[in-house]
């Protein structure tokens, strides 16, 4: 595992990484914006995109139903991707995403809370709800943390058992809520949180997530080399002068609040945090200056067509992306757990 500058020869891999999927990432916009229940030609959405095809039928299809849809699944995948890079070398578990570490679920119960219990009903869906889906992912991290350093002192694989124990009960939680709701028109809206999807995309929920992400993606990449250093072992990086309980504790906290302001618009999406880094680092190594790019686009193409997917296998009916994602997700962990046994928390 080589964390060094790119020299020349990595560099030109680099660029070529990022260009091939920044061009990916192009084609996945354009066909999720052209394929659905009603097909549109690719040039007329180009058209549209570009202002010169103003009159067209198409329009409102490709700007005000799918255009916020992908762009919001953009904004998600890449997050979840760079969230779970950095979760992964906090606790130095290949293994450890969003989810493993119960941020997700923290984020789907607050939100689920608030949908059954009618709180704050005066106010806007895009208030109450992404306020409620950060305070449940921040409260989750709190629980987590506490617990690990519970009895003894903070280890990795203390963070990650904490983080599997959360997350289970918050989900067991979440479905005691469901469960005991009165409102059958409760469920539908509730599985949303619980299976994650993009469907209820609007332009007016782009802008937290899309400020959040590009915030908390500046904010670490000026991070790269401690998170290196953590990555390469919590001893030497104390030797070095890293204050590793406080780096971990503050970008913990960061991660768990760009997942809670991702998670309020999208619902609960596994395992994006998982499947991207561990691909990208087999692209481009591990050093997280590189890395980071890397992850947000490979994170961005893996979701757009996720989606795509999920809207075009049983048209008309609408898939939860958290469904498909879960399926390709669940095998890849099993994988990464034959290939990489010692990945497993003791």
Do not use: K
């Not at 704050?120 to 109450?128: E, P, S």
């Amino acid at each position: 595992m080589s964390c060094r500058t790119p020299a020349p020869r990595r560099l030109l891999r680099y660029t070529l990484v990022l260009g091939a999927l920044a061009a990916l990432l192009a084609a996945a916009v354009l066909a999720a914006l052209a394929l659905g229940s009603v097909r549109i030609p690719p040039g007329q959405v180009l058209s549209i995109l570009t202002g010169r095809a103003d009159a067209s039928p198409f329009r409102t299809i490709v700007l005000d139903v799918r255009l916020p849809r992908v762009l919001l699944g953009i904004v998600v995948g890449a997050g979840l991707a760079v969230i779970g890079t950095v979760l992964q070398a906090l606790v130095r578990n290949q293994l450890a995403d969003p989810f493993l570490l119960g941020v997700s679920s923290g984020a789907s119960t607050g939100a689920v809370l608030v949908i059954v219990l009618g709180i704050g009903a005066t106010l806007t869906t895009t208030v109450t709800i992404p306020a409620a889906a950060f305070a449940g992912a921040l409260l989750s991290l709190l629980l987590v943390y506490t617990l690990a350093r519970g009895g003894g002192g903070l280890t990795t694989n203390r963070l990650v058992l904490a983080g599997v124990a959360v997350s289970y009960v918050l989900s067991a939680l979440t479905s005691l809520i469901l469960v005991t709701s009165a409102r059958a028109d409760h469920l539908q809206e509730v599985l949303y949180w619980t299976l994650g999807g993009l469907g209820a995309a609007r332009w007016d929920m782009l802008a937290l997530p899309t400020v959040t992400l590009a915030a908390g993606t500046a904010v670490l990449l000026t991070l790269a080399r401690p998170l290196d250093l953590l990555l390469m072992g919590e001893e030497g990086a104390t030797v070095l002068g890293l204050d590793t309980a406080r780096f971990r504790a503050a970008v913990f906290v960061l991660a768990s609040l760009m997942t809670g302001a991702l998670v309020a618009y999208s619902g609960a999406i596994g395992f994006v945090g998982l499947m991207v880094p561990h691909m990208a680092r087999m692209a481009v190594g591990a050093a997280h200056r590189a890395l980071l790019p890397v992850v947000a686009l490979g994170g961005a193409v893996f979701l757009v067509l996720a989606d795509l997917a999920a809207r075009t296998l049983a048209a008309p009916q609408d898939i939860p992306v958290g469904v498909l994602t879960a399926l390709t997700g669940g095998p890849f962990f099993l994988w990464m757990l034959r290939r990489r046994p010692e990945a497993a928390p003791a």
